[in-house]
């Protein structure tokens, strides 16, 4: 009954008279590969940070393995050791090493021994290829690598699951690879994931579902075979026509 | 110059004073500074608004007015003696921490937003965030306008002359009215100044480049 990680029921977001997210329900069970795709302002990051309650919803509840995140009184910041975050923009804590980085939750949030956080950190670091530049500072690695700590970062604490909010987006085309690898390789291994990407061939790789995400809402979901040969909604076929079309010419 | 030797234990003692007191001041107001731009960000309406009270107090009244009101009413109001120099010590505190509070808030905010959500991301509370990640980046960021405070601060100690300090302006006055070498005296006063504050600034500006964070240019 419990494999169920994560699930949001009727989940709306507002912000003003914007309405991010509308009513989406979704559950995402023990090493499932969900994928989000849809049109920019759509409401994705919004959704996953509302399911990492980094953002507070307007309605509906978000539960973590059965637990209700979104009722009062729940200590968040456990909730949250939890769950794992990849940002778009990736920030990095500028002062810390790579090292410093991935050992801070460790540390302060498992409140783990030094020694074991620093094997466990150089740990998530070899899992994406990093542990030679544990000592150098975010300013001083390229894109790609700073994602990669970004995600050795969120995966160290062995999170129930980890949320990727278009991980490779803010990455010049020819570093996207290098994530891409390594999030390949996170889904060999099993791990539970939620990712916002339009990275199609790796979607299709991966993918156990694909949600196609518009207006705040889910229009369509599926496995990802249904979206590279016939999506049903109208949209869904448009958008993915766009996507193929732009991966091709790169 | 001869004739300030036979001054010059008076001078030395004037000087510890002045040194003590800015000392003193900058590290109270650093300390109480960092409470009041946390207070003032994430503390909620009411404790905003008295903290603005506060800062407004102490940046817009005139500094020996400040040493009157603590001098000639404390020891009234709270029915204790409380001599010139600990008057000294509490008013340059509280006067510097609502200046550094405007530097270090402004500091924090310049690095909170995605560094406090990537902190939260990872299971941190709100108060670790700002131990851990927002204080130690926001304090890097301070040092330039700090080394200011400290400047201007460690001048300002001259006004406690006012309220009896023997300080290091004090010491020039007295000496200057016993011997009638006004010029010589005072440039000399400005020149123990000067020296030591070069030599603080000095040593500020070694500490920003030995803690700046690796790869980041700051160009200012």
Redesign the interface.
Known sequence: MTDIVMECRNLWKIYGKIVAVRDVSLEIKEGDIRLIFGPSGSGKSTLARCL?M?TTPTKGDVFLRGECLTKPGVNL??A????G?V?Q?I?????LTALGNVE??LR??LKLPKKEARERAFRALREVKMEEWAN?????LSGGQQQRVGIA??LA?DPDIILLDEPTSALDPELTGEVIDSLRDLARKGTTMLIISHEMPFAREVADEMIFFDEGTIVERGPPELFFTNPSSDRARRFMARLIKRTRRE | MDFLIEYFPLILRGFFTTVQVTFFGVLMGLVLGIFLAIGDLYGGKTISTIIKFYVEFFRGSPLIIQLFIFYFSIPTLLNIPIDSLTVGFIVFGLNSAGYQKGYIKGAMESVYEDQMTAALSIGLSKFQAIMYVVLPQALRIVIPPWGNEFCSLAKSTSALLIIGVAELTSAGKSIASWTFRVLETYTFIALIYLLWISVVMKFLDILYIKVKIPGIEITA
């Open positions: 990492a980094l910041n456990k949250r050791a939890r769950i975050f940002f923009h920030w990095l804590f500028h002062h801070l939750g302060r949030v150098h500072y975010p300013a001083q970062r969120a604490r």
